[in-house]
Protein backbone atom coordinates (compact mmCIF):
# COMPACT_ATOMS: atom_id res chain seq x y z
CA UNK A 1 0.00 0.00 0.00
CA UNK A 2 1.07 3.64 -0.99
CA UNK A 3 1.90 4.57 2.93
CA UNK A 4 1.28 7.22 5.44
CA UNK A 5 1.97 7.83 8.81
CA UNK A 6 -0.84 6.31 11.50
CA UNK A 7 -1.03 8.41 14.52
CA UNK A 8 -3.32 7.54 18.09
CA UNK A 9 -7.02 6.55 17.15
CA UNK A 10 -7.17 8.55 14.39
CA UNK A 11 -7.79 7.60 10.54
CA UNK A 12 -4.96 6.65 8.90
CA UNK A 13 -4.20 9.06 5.93
CA UNK A 14 -2.08 7.44 3.17
CA UNK A 15 -0.98 8.96 -0.47
CA UNK A 16 -4.08 8.44 -1.75
CA UNK A 17 -7.39 8.22 -1.57
CA UNK A 18 -7.51 4.66 -2.33
CA UNK A 19 -5.26 3.92 0.81
CA UNK A 20 -7.23 5.96 2.74
CA UNK A 21 -10.83 4.06 1.93
CA UNK A 22 -9.13 0.50 2.14
CA UNK A 23 -7.01 1.32 5.59
CA UNK A 24 -10.49 2.70 6.91
CA UNK A 25 -12.49 -0.15 5.91
CA UNK A 26 -9.90 -2.43 7.86
CA UNK A 27 -9.97 -0.78 11.14
CA UNK A 28 -13.12 0.55 11.32
CA UNK A 29 -15.30 -2.62 9.97
CA UNK A 30 -12.43 -5.32 9.91
CA UNK A 31 -15.55 -7.99 9.59
CA UNK A 32 -15.32 -7.20 5.80
CA UNK A 33 -12.17 -8.72 5.35
CA UNK A 34 -13.69 -12.12 6.36
CA UNK A 35 -15.29 -12.71 3.18
CA UNK A 36 -12.12 -12.12 1.26
CA UNK A 37 -9.65 -14.25 4.01
CA UNK A 38 -12.09 -16.78 3.27
CA UNK A 39 -11.76 -16.16 -0.81
CA UNK A 40 -7.98 -16.29 -0.02
CA UNK A 41 -7.15 -18.79 2.34
CA UNK A 42 -10.04 -21.53 1.88
CA UNK A 43 -10.87 -20.74 5.51
CA UNK A 44 -14.71 -21.00 6.85
CA UNK A 45 -14.98 -18.18 9.04
CA UNK A 46 -18.70 -17.10 9.80
CA UNK A 47 -18.98 -13.50 9.10
CA UNK A 48 -19.58 -12.84 12.88
CA UNK A 49 -16.38 -14.14 13.54
CA UNK A 50 -13.42 -11.90 16.26
CA UNK A 51 -11.62 -9.74 14.34
CA UNK A 52 -9.04 -7.80 16.01
CA UNK A 53 -6.86 -5.37 14.17
CA UNK A 54 -3.56 -5.15 14.67
CA UNK A 55 -1.76 -2.53 14.52
CA UNK A 56 2.64 -2.77 14.00
CA UNK A 57 4.55 0.13 13.08
CA UNK A 58 8.25 -0.80 12.26
CA UNK A 59 11.27 0.85 9.93
CA UNK A 60 12.50 -0.07 6.68
CA UNK A 61 15.14 -0.16 5.44
CA UNK A 62 14.82 2.92 4.08
CA UNK A 63 13.75 4.29 7.34
CA UNK A 64 10.14 4.56 6.24
CA UNK A 65 7.33 3.88 9.03
CA UNK A 66 5.53 0.92 7.69
CA UNK A 67 1.82 0.25 9.57
CA UNK A 68 0.24 -2.67 7.83
CA UNK A 69 -3.54 -3.63 7.56
CA UNK A 70 -2.80 -6.80 9.76
CA UNK A 71 -5.72 -8.71 11.71
CA UNK A 72 -6.19 -11.27 14.29
CA UNK A 73 -8.33 -14.51 14.29
CA UNK A 74 -8.57 -17.17 16.07
CA UNK A 75 -4.68 -16.84 17.09
CA UNK A 76 -3.73 -16.57 13.17
CA UNK A 77 -2.25 -13.36 11.85
CA UNK A 78 -3.58 -12.27 8.46
CA UNK A 79 -2.06 -9.57 6.58
CA UNK A 80 -3.44 -7.61 3.64
CA UNK A 81 -1.88 -5.33 1.25
CA UNK A 82 -3.57 -2.80 -0.76
CA UNK A 83 -1.81 -1.65 -4.33
CA UNK A 84 -3.55 0.82 -6.41
CA UNK A 85 -0.78 0.82 -9.41
CA UNK A 86 1.42 -2.50 -9.64
CA UNK A 87 4.61 -2.66 -7.71
CA UNK A 88 7.91 -4.59 -9.10
CA UNK A 89 9.50 -5.11 -5.48
CA UNK A 90 6.21 -5.85 -4.02
CA UNK A 91 7.01 -9.64 -3.69
CA UNK A 92 10.47 -8.33 -1.65
CA UNK A 93 8.43 -5.78 0.24
CA UNK A 94 6.30 -8.74 1.49
CA UNK A 95 8.40 -10.67 2.77
CA UNK A 96 9.79 -7.26 4.83
CA UNK A 97 6.51 -6.45 5.96
CA UNK A 98 5.98 -10.43 7.03
CA UNK A 99 9.38 -10.92 8.58
CA UNK A 100 8.49 -7.54 10.75
CA UNK A 101 5.05 -8.80 12.00
CA UNK A 102 6.95 -12.11 12.66
CA UNK A 103 9.81 -10.77 14.82
CA UNK A 104 7.12 -8.78 16.77
CA UNK A 105 4.99 -11.45 17.88
CA UNK A 106 7.81 -13.97 18.42
CA UNK A 107 7.61 -16.43 21.50
CA UNK A 108 10.09 -17.80 23.78
CA UNK A 109 9.55 -21.86 24.57
CA UNK A 110 11.28 -24.35 26.52
CA UNK A 111 13.89 -22.27 25.77
CA UNK A 112 14.12 -21.60 21.63
CA UNK A 113 11.95 -18.80 20.47
CA UNK A 114 9.54 -19.19 18.11
CA UNK A 115 8.01 -17.05 14.97
CA UNK A 116 5.48 -17.43 12.85
CA UNK A 117 4.88 -15.72 9.87
CA UNK A 118 1.12 -14.15 8.88
CA UNK A 119 -0.97 -15.61 6.17
CA UNK A 120 -0.67 -12.63 3.70
CA UNK A 121 -1.95 -11.43 0.58
CA UNK A 122 -2.01 -8.19 -2.21
CA UNK A 123 -5.05 -6.90 -3.51
CA UNK A 124 -4.04 -5.11 -6.62
CA UNK A 125 -7.19 -2.38 -7.40
CA UNK A 126 -5.37 -1.98 -11.61
CA UNK A 127 -3.96 -4.92 -12.79
CA UNK A 128 -1.55 -5.57 -16.39
CA UNK A 129 -1.44 -8.61 -18.58
CA UNK A 130 2.16 -8.51 -16.27
CA UNK A 131 0.56 -8.85 -13.20
CA UNK A 132 1.60 -12.07 -11.47
CA UNK A 133 -0.80 -14.38 -9.65
CA UNK A 134 1.09 -15.16 -7.12
CA UNK A 135 4.47 -12.47 -6.34
CA UNK A 136 7.45 -14.89 -4.99
CA UNK A 137 10.86 -14.77 -4.10
CA UNK A 138 13.78 -17.33 -3.82
CA UNK A 139 15.62 -17.37 -0.40
CA UNK A 140 18.48 -19.09 0.47
CA UNK A 141 19.41 -19.84 3.65
CA UNK A 142 23.08 -21.05 4.51
CA UNK A 143 22.95 -23.99 6.69
CA UNK A 144 26.68 -24.20 8.40
CA UNK A 145 25.57 -27.80 9.97
CA UNK A 146 25.27 -28.95 6.84
CA UNK A 147 27.86 -27.19 4.87
CA UNK A 148 25.43 -26.39 2.29
CA UNK A 149 22.35 -24.43 1.46
CA UNK A 150 18.69 -24.33 1.84
CA UNK A 151 16.06 -22.14 -0.08
CA UNK A 152 12.66 -21.83 0.10
CA UNK A 153 10.20 -20.09 -2.14
CA UNK A 154 8.30 -17.16 -0.60
CA UNK A 155 4.93 -16.88 -2.06
CA UNK A 156 2.04 -14.56 -1.59
CA UNK A 157 -1.23 -14.92 -3.42
CA UNK A 158 -2.29 -11.70 -5.09
CA UNK A 159 -6.21 -10.78 -5.53
CA UNK A 160 -7.00 -8.70 -8.74
CA UNK A 161 -10.12 -6.88 -7.60
CA UNK A 162 -10.77 -6.08 -11.54
CA UNK A 163 -11.51 -9.40 -11.95
CA UNK A 164 -14.77 -10.19 -9.70
CA UNK A 165 -17.69 -9.78 -11.46
CA UNK A 166 -20.44 -7.71 -9.62
CA UNK A 167 -22.20 -10.69 -9.52
CA UNK A 168 -19.43 -12.83 -7.91
CA UNK A 169 -18.65 -10.11 -5.18
CA UNK A 170 -22.03 -10.05 -3.36
CA UNK A 171 -22.31 -14.44 -4.12
CA UNK A 172 -19.12 -14.27 -1.93
CA UNK A 173 -19.73 -11.23 -0.03
CA UNK A 174 -16.89 -9.20 -1.24
CA UNK A 175 -18.46 -6.21 -0.28
CA UNK A 176 -14.85 -4.38 0.91
CA UNK A 177 -14.16 -4.66 -3.18
CA UNK A 178 -17.81 -2.48 -3.83
CA UNK A 179 -16.00 1.06 -3.19
CA UNK A 180 -12.82 0.16 -5.66
CA UNK A 181 -15.65 -1.64 -8.27
CA UNK A 182 -15.60 1.90 -10.77
CA UNK A 183 -11.92 1.86 -11.30
CA UNK A 184 -12.37 -1.16 -13.86
CA UNK A 185 -13.91 1.93 -16.11
CA UNK A 186 -11.60 4.52 -15.59
CA UNK A 187 -10.75 4.34 -19.51
CA UNK A 188 -14.28 4.28 -20.48
CA UNK A 189 -15.25 7.79 -18.94
CA UNK A 190 -14.29 10.16 -21.80
CA UNK A 191 -16.40 7.96 -24.32
CA UNK A 192 -19.12 7.81 -22.40
CA UNK A 193 -19.45 11.73 -23.49
CA UNK A 194 -20.18 10.66 -27.02
CA UNK A 195 -21.74 7.49 -26.43
CA UNK A 196 -25.24 7.50 -24.36
CA UNK A 197 -25.85 3.70 -24.41
CA UNK A 198 -22.03 2.99 -22.95
CA UNK A 199 -22.72 5.65 -19.93
CA UNK A 200 -26.46 4.26 -19.43
CA UNK A 201 -25.17 0.49 -18.68
CA UNK A 202 -22.93 2.15 -16.60
CA UNK A 203 -25.52 4.02 -14.52
CA UNK A 204 -27.48 0.88 -14.69
CA UNK A 205 -24.42 -0.95 -13.30
CA UNK A 206 -24.44 1.64 -10.17
CA UNK A 207 -27.97 1.12 -9.62
CA UNK A 208 -27.86 -2.71 -9.92
CA UNK A 209 -25.28 -2.38 -7.30
CA UNK A 210 -27.32 -0.31 -4.74
CA UNK A 211 -30.35 -2.47 -4.92
CA UNK A 212 -28.18 -5.36 -4.48
CA UNK A 213 -26.09 -3.52 -1.23
CA UNK A 214 -29.77 -2.61 -0.22
CA UNK A 215 -31.20 -6.19 -0.31
CA UNK A 216 -27.48 -7.06 1.20
CA UNK A 217 -28.28 -5.15 4.62
CA UNK A 218 -31.75 -4.84 4.48
CA UNK A 219 -31.33 -6.81 8.07
CA UNK A 220 -31.38 -5.81 11.60
CA UNK A 221 -28.54 -4.06 12.59
CA UNK A 222 -26.95 -3.73 9.22
CA UNK A 223 -28.07 0.36 8.35
CA UNK A 224 -24.99 1.50 9.28
CA UNK A 225 -22.88 -0.88 7.04
CA UNK A 226 -24.95 0.13 4.29
CA UNK A 227 -24.44 3.92 4.91
CA UNK A 228 -20.64 3.17 5.64
CA UNK A 229 -19.98 1.19 2.15
CA UNK A 230 -22.16 4.06 0.33
CA UNK A 231 -19.89 6.82 1.55
CA UNK A 232 -16.67 4.93 0.28
CA UNK A 233 -18.57 4.25 -2.49
CA UNK A 234 -19.37 8.09 -3.22
CA UNK A 235 -16.11 8.65 -1.83
CA UNK A 236 -13.53 6.81 -4.41
CA UNK A 237 -16.19 7.81 -7.25
CA UNK A 238 -15.70 11.60 -6.34
CA UNK A 239 -12.42 11.18 -6.78
CA UNK A 240 -12.12 8.93 -10.16
CA UNK A 241 -14.73 11.45 -11.57
CA UNK A 242 -13.09 14.87 -10.84
CA UNK A 243 -13.22 15.97 -14.37
CA UNK A 244 -16.55 14.43 -15.70
CA UNK A 245 -19.08 16.50 -14.16
CA UNK A 246 -22.49 14.88 -15.44
CA UNK A 247 -20.93 11.33 -14.68
CA UNK A 248 -20.06 12.55 -10.88
CA UNK A 249 -23.87 13.94 -10.62
CA UNK A 250 -25.52 11.21 -12.15
CA UNK A 251 -23.52 8.77 -10.05
CA UNK A 252 -23.78 10.72 -6.55
CA UNK A 253 -27.85 10.56 -7.78
CA UNK A 254 -27.62 7.31 -7.54
CA UNK A 255 -25.85 6.06 -4.55
CA UNK A 256 -26.03 9.13 -2.62
CA UNK A 257 -29.89 9.81 -1.82
CA UNK A 258 -30.72 6.81 -0.82
CA UNK A 259 -31.69 5.75 2.55
CA UNK A 260 -32.08 2.08 3.68
CA UNK A 261 -35.15 1.29 5.51
CA UNK A 262 -34.92 -1.61 8.13
CA UNK A 263 -37.46 -4.37 8.24
CA UNK A 264 -37.71 -3.68 11.60
CA UNK A 265 -38.78 -0.11 11.27
CA UNK A 266 -40.90 -1.31 8.18
CA UNK A 267 -42.67 -3.60 11.22
CA UNK A 268 -43.13 -0.70 13.43
CA UNK A 269 -45.07 1.58 10.52
CA UNK A 270 -47.24 -0.81 9.80
CA UNK A 271 -47.80 -1.65 13.56
CA UNK A 272 -48.22 2.17 13.62
CA UNK A 273 -50.80 2.00 10.87
CA UNK A 274 -52.49 -0.98 12.27
CA UNK A 275 -52.83 1.08 15.60
CA UNK A 276 -54.53 4.16 13.72
CA UNK A 277 -57.29 2.08 11.90
CA UNK A 278 -58.18 0.12 15.41
CA UNK A 279 -58.54 3.31 16.83
CA UNK A 280 -60.47 4.68 14.23
CA UNK A 281 -62.77 1.96 14.63
CA UNK A 282 -63.24 2.18 17.92
CA UNK A 283 -64.01 5.79 18.51
CA UNK A 284 -66.70 5.08 15.61
CA UNK A 285 -68.47 2.36 17.47
CA UNK A 286 -67.79 4.38 20.72
CA UNK A 287 -70.00 6.91 19.04
CA UNK A 288 -72.86 5.23 17.63
CA UNK A 289 -73.13 4.25 21.65
CA UNK A 290 -72.27 0.93 21.88
CA UNK A 291 -70.55 -0.55 25.00
CA UNK A 292 -67.07 -1.09 26.16
CA UNK A 293 -68.06 -4.79 25.82
CA UNK A 294 -69.64 -4.96 22.37
CA UNK A 295 -67.08 -2.62 20.77
CA UNK A 296 -64.39 -5.42 22.21
CA UNK A 297 -66.08 -8.67 20.48
CA UNK A 298 -66.70 -6.69 17.42
CA UNK A 299 -62.79 -5.21 17.46
CA UNK A 300 -61.12 -8.63 18.25
CA UNK A 301 -59.88 -6.58 21.25
CA UNK A 302 -59.42 -6.60 25.30
CA UNK A 303 -62.32 -4.04 27.26
CA UNK A 304 -58.81 -2.52 28.42
CA UNK A 305 -57.59 -1.69 25.53
CA UNK A 306 -60.72 -0.14 24.06
CA UNK A 307 -61.55 2.30 27.34
CA UNK A 308 -57.72 3.22 26.62
CA UNK A 309 -58.55 4.22 23.24
CA UNK A 310 -62.04 5.82 24.42
CA UNK A 311 -59.71 7.81 27.73
CA UNK A 312 -57.32 9.02 25.37
Same mark, same amino acid.
Given at each position: ????????????????????????????????????????????????????????????????????????????????????????????????????????????????????????????????????????????????????????????????????????????????????????????????????????????????????????????????????????????????? +???? /?????? #?????? !? @? *?? %??? +???? /?????? #?????? !? @? *?? %????????????????????????????
Amino acid at each position: MDRGKRKGTEVPVGNTVFDDVFRTIVERIPQLAIPLINEVFCTDYPEDEEVVPIHNEHQTKSGEVITDSCLLIRNHLYHIECQSHPDTVMAVRMIEYDFAIALENAVQKDGMYEMEFPRSCTLYLRDTKNTPDELQVKVHFGNRAAGGQESIVYTTPVIKVKRYTKDEIFQKKLLLFLPFYIMRYENSFRKMHGDPKLMEQFLSEYESIRTALERECAKEKRAALYTDLMEFIIKISDYML +ESEK /ELKERI #GEIMGG !Q @V *LK %LRS +EEIR /EEGMEK #GIQLAK !Q @V *LL %LYGKGKSPEMIAVEAGISIEKVKQIVSD
